[in-house]
T-cell receptor
Framework: GENVEQHPSTLSVQEGDSAVIKCTYS??????FPWYKQELGKRPQLIID?????GEKKDQRIAVTLNKTAKHFSLHITETQPEDSAVYFC????????????FGKGTKLTVNP | EADIYQTPRYLVIGTGKKITLECSQT?????MYWYQQDPGMELHLIHY???????EKGDLSSESTVSRIRTEHFPLTLESARPSHTSQYLC???????????FGSGTRLTVV
């Protein structure tokens, strides 16, 4: 089955700095890669996603890049703010008979004021 | 408002009790999922459904069962709760033509 590795598990940055979280996956047929943000005590929420036919997607301060050849994708957050502090999960949609999201183990991002 | 709702939000029960965690969505989504989230944050798929009368076990072995008699409703049942079942349970759904999941707010279960 699909295996998703996410790094780092924790990340601490100063307000205004950039943060980068990386994920690798194993199934080259996978074609959908979302990122979820989960604030303390709240539900995971989709913040950005990318499909395999593009290499990069941006939405204001967040961006995702995809390298299908290397089977890795990354989340980039620029000009970080304290409200960006949360746990971030990458995910990969499995292919074949059962379409379901396989999640990375999560990255706890702390933005220090 | 169209959303996905989970009840109860918090539950503390004794060992051996039978419990049902409720999940309902008002978005008309075909596909629904149950994830178990451990204290270390990781999300494990325990059950999923592609529509009415369709249920499948997920990647993580679970002693729970699910049913899907109506499109909007996907309850999860534990016949005999144990302390090892203590966790947060998240329900999610998505529409057929979209890949993005919408998550419920979760049920935090504690078995004592």
């Amino acid at each position: 089955g699909e295996n998703v590795e996410q790094h780092p598990s924790t990340l601490s940055v100063q307000e205004g700095d950039s943060a980068v979280i990386k994920c690798t996956y194993s199934d080259s047929a996978s074609n959908y890669f979302p990122w979820y943000k989960q604030e303390l005590g709240k539900r995971p929420q989709l913040i950005i996603d990318i499909r395999s036919n593009v290499g990069e997607k941006k939405d204001q301060r967040i961006a995702v890049t995809l390298n299908k050849t290397a089977k890795h994708f990354s989340l980039h957050i620029t000009e970080t703010q304290p409200e960006d502090s949360a746990v971030y999960f990458c995910a990969v949609l499995t292919q074949g008979g059962s379409e379901k999201l396989v999640f990375g183990k999560g990255t706890k991002l702390t933005v220090n004021p | 408002e169209a959303d996905i709702y989970q009840t109860p939000r918090y539950l503390v029960i004794g060992t051996g009790k039978k419990i049902t965690l409720e999940c309902s969505q008002t978005m008309g989504h075909d596909k629904m999922y149950w994830y178990q989230q451990d204290p270390g944050m990781e999300l494990h798929l325990i059950h999923y459904s592609y529509g009415v009368n369709s249920t499948e076990k997920g990647d993580l072995s679970s002693e729970s069962t699910v049913s899907r008699i109506r499109t909007e409703h996907f309850p999860l049942t534990l016949e005999s709760a144990r302390p090892s079942h203590t966790s947060q349970y998240l329900c999610a759904s998505r529409e057929r033509a979209s890949y993005g999941y919408t998550f419920g707010s979760g049920t935090r279960l504690t078995v004592v």
